[in-house]
Nanobody, 115 residues
Framework: QVQLVESGGGLVQPGGSLTLSCAAS????????MSWYRQVPRKEREVVAI???????RYTNSVKGRFAISRDSAKNTVYLHMNNLNPEDTAVYYC?????????WGLGTQVTVSS
């Protein structure tokens, strides 16, 4: 049974930083593509960052240079390091795993950027 548990969301001022964590279980972490998505009300969920099993990363244009995805294989945990946050980054952030041709989701964590 695959489980993804996010943590680290919260309220941060514009220009601030935040790191999200996602603990994964039920997958072989080193063989799993891990990613972060975000969603705001009345909009589709969008991909933010992807980390392939081989260690390659991809980012949506709006976060390039500000966000970084990384993983700790010993802890089966993936991170999203977010810097220079702005109000447009406010959203529910979801961790996702693509494993054995199926996509799995965490429950999400709220990130609010506001002064």
């Amino acid at each position: 049974q695959v489980q993804l548990v996010e943590s680290g969301g919260g309220l941060v001022q514009p220009g601030g930083s935040l790191t999200l964590s996602c603990a994964a279980s039920g997958v072989i972490f080193s063989l799993t593509e891990m990613s972060w998505y975000r969603q705001v009300p009345r909009k589709e969920r969008e991909v933010v960052a992807i980390l392939s099993p081989g260690g390659f990363t991809r980012y949506t244009n709006s976060v390039k240079g500000r966000f970084a995805i990384s993983r700790d294989s010993a802890k089966n945990t993936v991170y999203l390091h977010m810097n220079n946050l702005n109000p447009e980054d406010t959203a529910v952030y979801y961790c996702s795993a693509y494993w054995r041709n199926s996509r799995y989701w965490g429950l999400g964590t709220q990130v609010t950027v506001s002064s």
